[in-house]
């Protein structure tokens, strides 16, 4: 008898263990428990809950939280994010009064949209955006509104649909450099998204994007994607940590240190940004009410 030798797998790479500073604290407290019972009548989605934000605590706890339109099933598969991708059902046209009322329950100061990407729809989903930001400027007309878009896929009259519901700053995330998008953003396009950004500008928004690092880029790669910002009207820019949601999702190439992050506000400031939200755990919309 013949025996065959054995081939054993190679062992996987140990996920990287998280460092010191990327600790945050449990959810507790009766504010939290306030925006959680809010955001659990009114049946809305939060990107708090779908993007697994490690700054949930923090922020529903004083009384904030970013809310997602159009569902929690978005047509994109982008490598970083926990949202579910799939093919989106009908979406709620009531949606818009709800995320309205809710705000005005929470008597928040600054509120912050985003969505799920809608490919399947013709406008993007444009007129639910507009509808969201009208009605919440109707409800609370005191309240000021970040909407964070999705790629629209060059179809620029459904950006200047999204943009012109009276918010008072409009975001876009880069979310990596040039190099890594075909990994990261598979159905995004680096030079799209930057148009995005000036086309919202030409539309008299104020502007913003964010980008994770911990990818693999290099500093310099870091450095043009801010002077292409920059060159393309973005007026803030956002810089946290790159976290492997699930082991689905790619790997953490490198946590960056937080004297690395205090290098890039810097460097940002330095080459024109007018405010730079960069550190371990920042995330689009954190501390996002100082970027007015």
């Given at each position: 008898m013949i025996e065959l030798p054995i081939i054993s797998k190679p062992p996987k790479e140990?996920?990287?263990?998280?460092?010191?500073?990327?600790?945050?604290?449990?959810?507790?407290?009766?504010?939290?428990?306030?925006?959680?019972?809010?955001?659990?009548?009114?049946?809305?989605?939060?990107?708090?809950?779908?993007?697994?934000?490690?700054?949930?605590?923090?922020?529903?706890?004083?009384?904030?939280?970013?809310?997602?339109?159009?569902?929690?099933?978005?047509?994109?598969?982008?490598?970083?994010?926990?949202?579910?991708?799939?093919?989106?059902?009908?979406?709620?046209?009531?949606?818009?009064?709800?995320?309205?009322?809710?705000?005005?329950?929470?008597?928040?100061?600054?509120?912050?949209?985003?969505?799920?990407?809608?490919?399947?729809?013709?406008?993007?989903?444009?007129?639910?955006?507009?509808?969201?930001?009208?009605?919440?400027?109707?409800?609370?007309?005191?309240?000021?509104?970040?909407?964070?878009?999705?790629?629209?896929?060059?179809?620029?009259?459904?950006?200047?649909?999204?943009?012109?519901?009276?918010?008072?700053?409009?975001?876009?995330?880069?979310?990596?450099?040039?190099?890594?998008?075909?990994?990261?953003?598979?159905?995004?396009?680096?030079?799209?998204?930057?148009?995005?950004?000036?086309?919202?500008?030409?539309?008299?928004?104020?502007?913003?994007?964010?980008?994770?690092?911990?990818?693999?880029?290099?500093?310099?790669?870091?450095?043009?994607?801010?002077?292409?910002?920059?060159?393309?009207?973005?007026?803030?820019?956002?810089?946290?940590?790159?976290?492997?949601?699930?082991?689905?999702?790619?790997?953490?190439?490198?946590?960056?240190?937080?004297?690395?992050?205090?290098?890039?506000?810097?460097?940002?400031?330095?080459?024109?940004?007018?405010?730079?939200?960069?550190?371990?755990?920042?995330?689009?919309?954190?501390?996002?009410?100082?970027?007015?």
């Amino acid at each position: 008898m013949i025996e065959l030798p054995i081939i054993s797998k190679p062992p996987k790479e140990p996920r990287k263990r998280k460092p010191s500073w990327l600790r945050v604290k449990l959810p507790i407290g009766e504010e939290f428990k306030k925006v959680r019972n809010l955001v659990d009548k009114y049946k809305l989605n939060t990107i708090c809950q779908s993007g697994n934000c490690p700054n949930m605590g923090e922020c529903w706890g004083a009384g904030t939280a970013t809310f997602m339109i159009l569902g929690n099933t978005c047509t994109r598969s982008c490598s970083f994010c926990a949202v579910k991708t799939g093919r989106p059902p009908e979406y709620d046209e009531d949606e818009p009064r709800r995320v309205a009322e809710a705000i005005k329950l929470m008597e928040v100061k600054h509120a912050v949209i985003t969505s799920v990407n809608r490919d399947e729809l013709k406008d993007r989903g444009a007129e639910v955006w507009y509808q969201t930001v009208r009605l919440t400027k109707e409800m609370s007309p005191t309240t000021t509104i970040e909407t964070l878009i999705p790629d629209t896929k060059a179809n620029w009259a459904a950006l200047e649909r999204m943009s012109s519901g009276g918010q008072e700053i409009v975001s876009h995330n880069m979310e990596t450099v040039e190099r890594l998008y075909r990994k990261v953003r598979p159905q995004a396009k680096y030079h799209r998204s930057l148009e995005q950004i000036q086309r919202t500008k030409d539309f008299g928004k104020r502007t913003k994007s964010g980008i994770m690092v911990g990818l693999g880029e290099t500093d310099e790669e870091v450095y043009k994607t801010m002077d292409d910002l920059v060159a393309h009207g973005c007026d803030v820019i956002t810089i946290g940590q790159y976290l492997q949601p699930t082991k689905m999702h790619l790997a953490v190439d490198a946590f960056i240190t937080p004297e690395k992050f205090a290098e890039y506000k810097v460097v940002g400031l330095e080459k024109g940004f007018d405010f730079v939200e960069s550190g371990p755990l920042v995330r689009s919309s954190y501390h996002a009410e100082r970027h007015l």
